[in-house]
């Protein structure tokens, strides 16, 4: 577990909980070992659990929260839900433990690496496919339990709650604790809790506060395959709320030219599929991580990955042996087959029936939803484009204008000098012609501008 998960944005001024040290003894059985790393939600010990003899990792929280008896109800609320997620690609949650001075979550310390620090150190700035590939298809796969069989969100999804161990094994952490906590500082606080963190990778839906569902997770799926592979997530400058709600991104391919990252190309499937996970409209989106890994072309079985411990040989259940018991029967051979047959053809009717008016018809409907969606996605996408050279386009034009305007100055200007000077009479009028000397002075100023106007026009092809 690195120094920048499962915590959030770090704060080096962060008031650690009560002078934590090395070697200190919290809540009678864990015995700190050192800062995993801390941020603006509460900082992450290891600890060894004398207890049980095994190193965990102790969240704790921040002393507000923890002083607040209706954040504790919700944060074991939470942590209750989070202990029926028994996954192997998910980092577990033991316990909420309290005393007079700290309050803090125990969970399954595992050593490793996010993917937000594996993507930082690479040479390129981003990730390749190849390389995700495995760790994506346990992502999913850890995901789709959760959606499915434990009915629980992640809703706090990015790169750096993801861990990769030493073996290649990937753990999702953090599951709906974080943000949980946020929400709770933001009552306390009464504004937004570090939502810097997370808000590149937050739906629409999350950003106007609706209530939290899987389709939050698939568009943070889509933002995060976007930032490890683009190397920057969707939006990440400028006002992100209001891109967040209406802009659709640039397809990954064109933000890693932008940034002028090189690597692996991305294949125009794991493209297409990232840009549907992050469609506004949760109904455009695919409709479930199963679905997300099929596009993706990843091998998960759906909803089924809950973990079994291995059985030893003396915990296998026994099998004894019933002698074979010969049963009479009355009826004759030929009878026998017929009733056979005539099974064997009605499960064949049967079987033909369901695949032709159920199975192939939902697989239509399925294909048809899928190119609508990717439909709807490269239209938005042509839009913005075709919209942004247009503004591209009438920028150059103005300025073109401009141009050709004070030029046509610059040289009206000379041209009026020089009538000037041509106008001026050699010897000084007399006063009884003082008014038609002024007079033709002012014509052959005003004809000296617009021939120039004119001339600086034409040379300018400017209406």
């Not at 796969?141 to 992640?154: C, E, Q, V």
Request: net charge neutral; hydrophobic share 40%.
């Amino acid at each position: 577990m690195d120094e920048d998960t499962p915590t959030r944005r770090v704060e080096p001024d962060y008031p650690t909980a009560v002078h934590l040290l090395p070697g200190a003894k919290v809540f009678g059985r864990y015995e700190l070992r050192s800062l995993l790393g801390k941020g603006g939600m509460g900082v992450v010990w290891r600890a060894h659990d004398s207890d049980l003899d095994r190193e965990v990792a102790l969240k704790f929280i921040l002393e507000a929260v923890a002083a607040d008896k209706e954040a504790v109800r919700d944060l074991k609320r939470e942590t209750k839900r989070c202990l029926d997620l028994t996954h192997a690609n998910i980092v577990r949650v033991y316990d909420f433990v309290q005393d007079a001075q700290h309050a803090a979550i125990a969970m399954e310390f595992v050593e490793g690496q996010s993917l937000s620090s594996r993507k930082a150190e690479s040479p390129e700035g981003c990730l390749n496919v190849t390389e995700l590939a495995p760790l994506v298809a346990q992502l999913c796969a850890a995901l789709d339990y959760a959606h499915l069989r434990a009915k629980i969100a992640h809703r706090d999804l990015k790169p750096a709650n993801l861990l990769v161990t030493s073996d290649g094994e990937l753990k999702v952490t953090d599951f709906g604790i974080a943000r949980s906590l946020s929400e709770t500082a933001t009552r306390l606080t009464g504004r937004a809790s570090d939502s810097s963190g997370t808000l590149p990778f937050m739906s629409p839906q999350q950003v106007r506060g609706e209530k939290p569902t899987a389709s939050d997770d698939i568009y943070a799926l889509g933002a995060t395959l976007y930032d490890l592979l683009a190397g920057k997530p969707p939006f990440f400058r400028g006002d992100l709320f209001n891109l967040i709600l209406q802009m659709a991104p640039p397809s990954p391919t064109e933000r890693r030219k932008e940034l002028e990252f090189t690597g692996e190309p991305i294949p125009p499937q794991w493209e297409n599929t990232i840009l549907a996970c992050l469609v506004k409209d949760p109904k455009g989106r695919p409709q479930s991580v199963g679905e997300v890994a099929a596009r993706l072309g990843l091998s998960v079985a759906v909803s089924s990955h809950a973990s079994v411990p291995r059985q030893s040989p003396d915990e296998r259940p026994t099998v004894r042996e019933v002698p074979e018991t010969k049963v009479k029967t009355s009826a004759p051979k030929s009878n026998r087959s017929l009733m056979a047959a005539l099974v064997a053809l009605v499960l064949v009717v049967l079987g033909g029936g369901y695949y032709f008016l159920i199975v192939v018809p939902a697989r239509q409907a399925d294909v048809a939803r899928q190119a609508e969606a990717a439909h709807q996605v490269e239209a938005a996408r042509q839009a913005e484009v075709a919209r942004q050279a247009e503004a591209a386009h009438q920028a150059e034009i103005a300025r073109q204008n401009e141009a050709t305007r004070r030029l046509i100055e610059r040289e009206a200007a000379d041209t009026v000098s020089r009538a000037k000077d041509t106008a001026r009479p050699s010897d000084s009028p007399k006063p009884t012609d003082l008014d038609s000397a002024y007079q033709k002075y002012i014509d052959d100023w005003n004809k000296a501008y617009n021939e120039a106007a004119e001339a600086a026009k034409k040379r300018n092809g400017m209406k």
